[in-house]
Nanobody, 139 residues
Framework: QVQVVETGGGLVQAGGSLRLSCRISGSAFDDYAMGWFRQAPGKEREGVSC????????YYADSVKGRFTISRDNANSTLYLQMNSLKPEDTAMYYC????????????????????????????????WGQGTQVTVSS
């Protein structure tokens, strides 16, 4: 059974930094495209940043571009989200997500290069979710 576990959330002042981590167990990490989603109270869950199985392609939402960096360490089965210059509007529950990265996903994404964008924009495509970690940014 695949389990997804996030760590690293917390309370930080505006302008500060946090790094989120996510590990998968029960399956081969590099079989999956991975992503970070967030959900603030009263809002829909949104894709923040996503990455393909090898780490060669990434996607960032406009709201975090230039401030957040997604990366993965396949040798250690870990996904990261480095969040810099945090703003109060970044406050949300952050979720790690996994989607099997195979030729079918590439086809549905319109090509392998588009997998991260597709995963971040298609919440229903996510097969496995973590339990979430809270990020709170104070002004």
């Amino acid at each position: 059974q695949v389990q997804v576990v996030e760590t690293g959330g917390g309370l930080v002042q505006a302008g500060g930094s946090l790094r989120l981590s996510c590990r998968i167990s029960g399956s081969a990490f590099d079989d999956y495209a991975m992503g970070w989603f967030r959900q603030a109270p009263g809002k829909e869950r949104e894709g923040v940043s996503c990455i393909n199985y090898s780490g060669s392609n990434e996607y960032y939402a406009d709201s975090v571009k230039g401030r957040f960096t997604i990366s993965r360490d396949n040798a250690n089965s870990t996904l990261y989200l480095q969040m810099n210059s945090l703003k109060p509007e970044d406050t949300a529950m952050y979720y790690c997500a996994a989607v099997v990265d195979n030729p079918d996903l590439a086809m549905r994404s319109g090509g392998a290069m588009s997998v991260p964008l597709h995963v971040c924009h298609q919440v229903d495509s996510v097969q496995y979710w973590g339990q979430g970690t809270q990020v709170t940014v104070s002004s």
